[in-house]
DNA sequence: TATGTAAGTGTTCAATATACACTTTATAGC
DNA sequence: GCTATAAAGTGTATATTGAACACTTACATA
């Protein structure tokens, strides 16, 4: 191929990626301690450079294998970072992915083999570089993105309950909203189908399990819909002086 | 500066702008021939490569001057692409950003000058490369932003009427709102402030100007909020066979 | 001064969102 | 096996918001 553009600068391209997860009814990050300098040792998202012979995409997905073990993971552009100084080892422009996973047992254990951890979004530490930065834009993108598109067939199990469908949107949003009012708005989107079976353990009752109806599910993720709800009045606390 | 990552590839960094402008009812977009190899003549965005010493933002402001005369354009970021033969000259990753501007008279000029044109985003021609694809990206994220985002203050003069407010969201839209719905909308919202003076010559009674109410426009445009309104029903067109 | 053209204005009805509390179910412990 | 407990499940009345719709006003120009 003929190279027109010779005169021109050069730059490193990193990715990262950030990775969330819904565990435990909250909603999970995963970090790693980073292997190589500079700042060897600290928190870090999983983050690697691109290749000449890749795309962005298929860069991204092959950082995230190779730091964690996870494979197919579809994630999407967030923002690009390229402050000047942003990377102290030598100036890099970050091109950010994101993306939602549910997390199995399987997941789980290569995560944990190549040294990555899920930490609660509500008490992410001090990471590399811009890399908090990177999370708050995921975290505010993920938070909109609730409001317009449907969200859980990623974070939750195949088959899964109203409560913790309603406990997915709480830990996302940091708010507690009406159950009658949740169960209602989402049910009469029709992206819900209900089984013939209970989940045991969680509760004495059980819970009905729900999957996502798929074709409706890509149908609204692709055309955008509106899910917003006013959050549940506390209950007043009264201050006593 | 020490270098830690000399094993790293090193990539082309394109920054390309879409600059959409409000002129005549329409909605526009500032385009020009392109200037060099490969695909020298064809029909192009206004694109550089970033240079070492400057961020990302500084960069698109740069290349935006440098081929157009413009300065002083707040840009956002619209997407990374990143394709490995997008470019048929050299791998190029390219930022794409989009900006929203008031077309005045000086800058039609300076546009003019070095041969940039304003095309209707009802006639786009054939773009360069995947240019076309960058445009289509940023419309529907600009058709998505008046959703969710006030807009008018970058597009429209600093005194405006209503009818030219609300032909601009039928022109970014595409749609024909009703008349009271969309003033009662809009004024409820307070962004607007009123000014007592009209706009003669458009029409023969003239309509008032308004102007956009600076502190609320920038609250809005941080913490978001909701402008929809369903399309007016079209008077039916009766099909004779 | 008559005519034409776009600006401006309110109300009714329908749909949707919110607030709110009791009943049901099944387990586990006695 | 009876009881206590803890979470799941369910419906309605009211308030708010959105949509549909047509005539009057102001001014310029002929």
Redesign the interface.
Same mark, same amino acid.
């Given at each position: 191929?003929?190279? #027109? &553009?010779k005169e &021109? !600068?050069?730059? *490193?391209?990193a990715l990262d990626c950030i990775i969330f997860g819904f565990d435990e009814g909250e909603l999970k990050l995963l970090l790693l301690k980073r292997k #190589?300098?500079?700042a060897k040792g600290e928190w870090s998202l999983m983050g690697g #450079? *691109?290749?000449? !012979?890749?795309?962005? !995409?298929e860069g991204a997905r092959r950082v995230l294998h190779q730091l964690t073990g996870l494979s197919d993971i579809y994630m999407e552009?967030l923002?690009?970072f +390229?402050? *000047?100084n942003r990377d102290? +080892?030598?100036?890099? %422009?970050s %091109?950010a992915f994101y993306a939602l996973i549910k997390v199995d047992e399987n997941d789980r254990k290569l995560a944990e083999t190549h040294g990555a951890h899920w930490v609660s979004v509500n008490q992410i530490p001090q990471l590399i570089f811009d890399h908090n930065q990177m999370v708050d834009k995921a975290l505010r993108t993920l938070r909109?993105r609730t409001e317009?598109k449907p969200i859980g067939f990623e974070l939750l199990p195949e088959k899964f309950t109203l409560p913790q469908l309603q406990s997915l949107y709480e830990a996302i949003n940091q708010e507690q909203l009406d159950k009658r009012n949740f169960r209602k708005r989402i049910l009469e989107t029709g992206l819900l189908e209900k089984l013939d079976e209970k989940e045991k353990g969680a509760s004495k009752k059980g819970a009905y399990y729900y999957m996502f109806n798929k074709e409706k599910y890509l149908m609204y993720a692709e055309m +955008?819909f509106h899910f917003q709800m006013k959050v549940k009045k506390s209950p007043l606390i009264k201050i006593t002086t």
């Open positions: 191929m003929a190279k #027109f &553009y &021109y !600068d050069k730059h *490193l391209v #190589f300098e500079p #450079f *691109l290749k000449s !012979d890749e795309s962005l !995409d552009q923002h690009v +390229g402050e *000047l102290p +080892g030598e100036r890099t %422009i %091109i909109s317009r +955008g």
